[in-house]
């Protein structure tokens, strides 16, 4: 553990699905309530002793609620947002039920229906894709392979798309051929709880998300869902596809979502996404190409296919410098997923440590040298001048 907080402490975060969560969050993950068993729902347990658990249990849910205006349910429970996907997918689709979801090496996430992923078997699934050029989503082809493949269920959302994603164009299309539309907002979560981004609750039957990403939040899943799912949804995170739910985690889920549901969080993440905006204007200025040309969110996809630099150079050169992100496909890319031609980078943790502006772009400019051939060794000292600075929360 003191390894990791050393590592952690003097290696600056740019993984765009990591963060740094609050001191409170992280000593709620590791309270007592991880000895606890709480099988079922508040109410309505398995095991003698839950009267704290259920009082836990129902302030994250009312906490998420509130965070979310509009939802109806909260299962808090899942483990994870593969969890949250797989289960809420097994609910409203069914084993062997019709899935339509992005592609992974278009942006989209495993659990959307990527063939290695059970998601992938369990149920029909088909793949989306974005605009090769562009790099946007292509809302007439979702509509054909809609239209072609009348899944049970569309699911809108990505992992590493860095534009405002349009739900209610998702909702229309999934009414056309009356299929559910799950949204996976894993990614944004914490800037549309903000406010910054729309929300797809008005659009989605089901939404699904991690608490650890941009919502800075302990590790795990959530989903929300209008009333007349909520046997669904419930009776399939437990008994279906999880045992007894990780109150410690759960607990710290309540202590996040409480933190989410003040003043300063909006502040917070106007500013994560005006680092992302920043780094990649930085970018850009140094030649570099962004896909899809900037960021509505929280991350930047950077192009490196008209460099000599792969995506797996670039990791190893900006660790070797300090710097933690992570080589990224990107879309049309002619490289396989272990070398790729892209990176991706994200501002949630550096934002929670409390940089910058000023910080992104001295950043992004660090990123664009080690790219162009820099040496990690001369790019090394101003990195660790930056997490000296800027501790961990
Ligand atoms: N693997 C995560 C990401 O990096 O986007 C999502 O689960």
Known sequence: MAAEERRQQETLTLIAS????????????????????????????????????????ILAQERALRLFPGAEHANVQPHSGTTANLTALQALAGTGGGILGMALADGGHLSHGFKVSHTGKVFDAHQYGVDPDSGLLRMDQIRDMAKEHRPRVIIAGASSYAREIDFAAFAAIAKEVDAYLMADIAHPAGLVAAGLLSSPIPHADVVTMTTHKT????????????EELRK?????????????????????????????LKPEFKGYQESVRDNARAMAETLQERGLAIVTGGTDN???LIDLRATETTGADAEERCLAAG????????????????????????????????????????LAGIIADLVGGKDPASCGGAVRDLCASYKLP
């Open 18 to 57: 990591e963060n740094h969560c609050s001191p409170l969050v992280r000593e709620a993950c590791s309270s007592i309530l991880t000895d606890k068993y709480a099988e079922g729902y508040p109410g309505a347990r398995y095991y003698a002793g839950c009267e704290v658990a259920d009082k836990v249990e």
């Open 215 to 226: 919502l800075r939040g302990p590790r795990g899943g959530l989903i929300l869902c209008r």
């Open 232 to 260: 669904k949804v419930d009776s399939s995170v437990f008994p279906g596809g999880q045992g007894g739910p990780l109150m410690h985690q759960i607990v710290a889920k309540a202590v996040a979502f409480g933190e989410a």
């Open 298 to 300: 929280h991350l930047v």
């Open 323 to 362: 710097i933690a992100l992570n080589k990224n496909m990107v879309p049309g890319d002619p490289r396989p997923p272990r070398v790729t031609s892209g990176i991706r980078i994200g501002t949630a943790a550096m934002t929670s440590r409390g940089m910058g502006i000023e910080q992104a772009k001295s």
